[in-house]
């Protein structure tokens, strides 16, 4: 099982709304991201998640908050979002976080935020 | 210096042709090369990867070439079909101080029929 699940894969939400995006791997690896997409442009990383500890923290606005409850899910809890964030949230997964492995991608939350 | 220069922005081939993609970095610390293919509304899916130490590597009809001198790296996709037509970034990553996957602009390719 090589795949990276994320749901949901479309949401749309008020500024004033709270939800949370969801990522699920079984593939035993330890590191976890969120990066975040918008169109036209290549995915930009906001969290890393190794060995189910934040990593690292792309100077993310606290709007965005990362958990990870144990190795194989990864939540993206959201509030008080902007118009802004409007983008596909993507999750990956790697084996480690040294570097030089393989990411597995899902295939994205498209959020909207109205 | 944290950057990954990729071009050209957009690229129309003919079916059966040869689709070239460049990139540039400057970081010598970069030590994995990802090259990723996504499809409208989907996630990136890894294409193929190469590491410093190898110059070229070639899986079916995609092969990367690597120039370590020059710090460049290309894609090259032969007999080029319709179905390769979406988008490719080109990454690179740092094995020491944490995973950092840094991404070319990206380039949207088109096969035409």
């Known amino acids: 099982d090589t795949e990276v699940t994320q749901t949901p894969k479309h949401l749309v939400m008020g500024m004033t709304n709270k939800k949370s995006l969801k990522c699920e791997q079984h593939?035993?690896?330890?590191?976890m991201y969120w990066y975040k997409q918008k169109a036209k442009k290549p995915p930009e990383l906001m969290f890393v998640?190794?060995?189910?500890?934040?990593?690292i923290n792309e100077s993310v606005p606290s709007r965005f908050s990362p958990e990870c409850p144990n190795s194989s899910l990864l939540n993206l809890h959201l509030h008080a979002l902007q118009p802004e964030d409007s983008a596909l949230y993507l999750c990956?997964?790697?084996?480690?976080?040294?570097?030089?492995?393989?990411?597995?991608f899902g295939q994205g939350t498209r959020l909207t935020v109205v | 210096q944290q950057q990954v220069k990729q071009s050209p922005q957009s690229l129309i081939v003919q079916k059966g042709g040869i689709s070239i993609i460049n990139c540039a970095y400057e970081?010598?610390?970069?030590?994995?090369f990802p090259w990723y293919q996504q499809f409208p509304g989907k996630g990136p899916a890894l294409l193929i990867a190469?590491?410093?130490?190898?110059s070229e590597k070639k899986e079916g009809r995609f092969t990367i070439s690597f120039n370590k001198s020059a710090k460049q790296f290309s894609l090259h996709i032969m007999d080029s079909q319709p179905g390769d037509s979406a988008t490719y970034f080109c990454?690179?990553?740092?094995?020491?101080?944490?995973?950092?996957?840094?991404f070319g602009a990206g380039t949207r390719l088109f096969v035409k029929a």
């Open positions: 990454a690179a990553s740092i094995g020491t101080g944490g995973f950092k996957t840094i």
């Open positions: 990956a997964s790697s084996q480690d976080w040294a570097g030089g492995t393989e990411a597995f």
């Open positions: 190469i590491r410093p130490d190898v």
């Open positions: 998640y190794s060995y189910e500890k934040l990593s």
């Open positions: 593939m035993g690896h330890r590191a």
């Open positions: 970081n010598t610390a970069f030590d994995y």
